[in-house]
């Protein structure tokens, strides 16, 4: 009956949150208002039907893990348990999904694959954002503006220069990540909302230079012809091109998973997620406060400035609107959903913001108010996001029960 209760209300709320779109509409033509009390209604009884489905799961999945144990109380493993901590059966998995990625431009169209590319940039740009926000803990809403320099700085040395792809690849990382030390220096100190605050204020400064100065950065009107990645020389057509960089974003990413991941379990990364847990309890520890955070923004920042690169090498133009605030809380939502400092979450959740809009083309008029409403969803019934990160847990009872045997 309490479930009953609380989906009734969820349903009403989005109700009331729909109701100037779903409901009201201006004719301007016949100059009236047109009421849909219909759409109000299916609303409602769509939110329903999900709050309570979802409740009920919740409180199946409690009961299961109650009874889920064996003799010693110990809980035995579920699939999702076993799916990342069973070698043999993540490795299937990581296979199948190598090979669907191999298959996968051969089967689907140009525009397809060019849709992939782009997902798979903003899930190197979600595994950058997550060593910033979701190991160390500090909140960055500019993080689109390493985004931008890296991809300018690739569109000015090929432009003005005449520096290929590859040569200008570890350069716009590098900036990147030169300039997240410069902007970590000044904050050291911040927290919480200012931190907020600096952070989208860099990135709105980065915009607006990259808007205002003509001499450099042709201003609004952007920069042209940028060279796509080159293969030693050879000539390719823009199918063969796109299937190229497909390939190239693959490899980045498996590229980014192995380092990241061995950054997690690295000595930087325990100070990282230690600072994340308690900032005044960790330099207590003896770990540099002002070391960990720089090098938290430096290895971010560089991974934006690689996907930079390969972002303005994929479009062959780019300009100020490509860099805007919007971008950033879409790489923050993708940490967030995913799950702070999880790489499996983050991969999953990058794809699923970037693919779900494009898919949902012919729901334009509702696919941002599914999109919001999904958010909400999560952030009400799992903040924790698609995919929690694992901590690690030291049993010292099976160690005792080791000892017992032994003895």
Not at 16 to 33: A, H, S, Y
Not at 311 to 333: D, G, H, K, Q
Request: proline share 2%; charged share 15%; with cysteine.
């Amino acid at each position: 009956m309490q479930s009953f209760k609380k989906s009734v209300f969820v349903a009403l709320w989005f109700m009331f949150l729909t109701f100037p779109l779903l409901v009201v509409r201006v004719n301007t033509l016949k100059g009236e208002v047109e009421w849909r009390w219909m759409n109000m209604l299916w609303v409602g009884i769509v939110f329903f039907i999900l709050s309570y489905v979802w409740r009920a799961a919740l409180e199946r999945k409690g009961q299961k893990k109650a009874n889920n144990l064996d003799e010693d109380g110990e809980e035995i493993l579920g699939f999702r348990q076993r799916l990342f901590q069973d070698p043999v059966i993540y490795r299937k998995v990581i296979a199948a999904v190598l090979i669907a990625a191999v298959i996968f431009p051969f089967v689907f169209s140009s525009y397809q694959i060019n849709i992939m590319v782009l997902a798979l940039i903003f899930v190197v740009l979600g595994l950058g954002l997550n060593i910033t926000v979701g190991l160390a803990g500090l909140l960055d809403l500019g993080y689109v503006a390493f985004f931008g320099i890296g991809a300018y700085s690739y569109a000015l040395l090929n432009t003005l220069y005449g520096w290929n792809f590859w040569f200008c690849l570890p350069i716009g990382g590098l900036v990147g990540a030169l300039f997240g030390v410069l902007l970590g220096f000044p904050i050291l100190r911040l927290r919480g909302d200012y931190l907020a605050i600096v952070t989208l204020g860099f990135g709105s400064i980065a915009k607006i230079v990259f808007e205002n100065w003509d001499g450099l950065f042709k201003g609004a009107s952007g920069i042209a012809n940028i060279e796509r990645p080159g293969f030693f020389g050879l000539e390719m057509s823009l199918e063969q091109s796109t299937i190229y960089t497909y390939f190239l974003m693959v490899l980045m990413v498996i590229f980014t998973v192995f380092v990241v991941n061995r950054l997690k379990d690295s000595r930087i990364g325990r100070a990282w997620m230690a600072l994340r847990e308690d900032e005044i309890a960790c330099v207590a520890m003896g770990i540099d406060m002002a070391r960990t955070k720089l090098s938290a923004y430096a290895f971010g920042a560089f991974w934006a400035g690689l996907a930079g690169v390969i972002f303005s090498a994929r479009n062959t133009y780019i300009n100020p609107n490509s860099f805007t605030f919007m971008e950033s809380a879409i790489v923050l939502s993708i940490v967030v959903l995913g799950g702070m400092g999880s790489i499996i979450g983050v991969i999953i959740a990058a794809l699923a913001l970037i693919l779900m809009p494009e898919y949902l083309r012919a729901f334009a008029d509702y696919r941002m108010l599914a999109f919001g409403g999904i958010m909400v969803l999560m952030m009400i019934f799992r903040p924790q996001g698609l995919i929690s990160d694992v901590r690690r847990k030291y049993d010292l009872s099976a160690l005792q029960k080791k000892k017992e045997a032994k003895t």
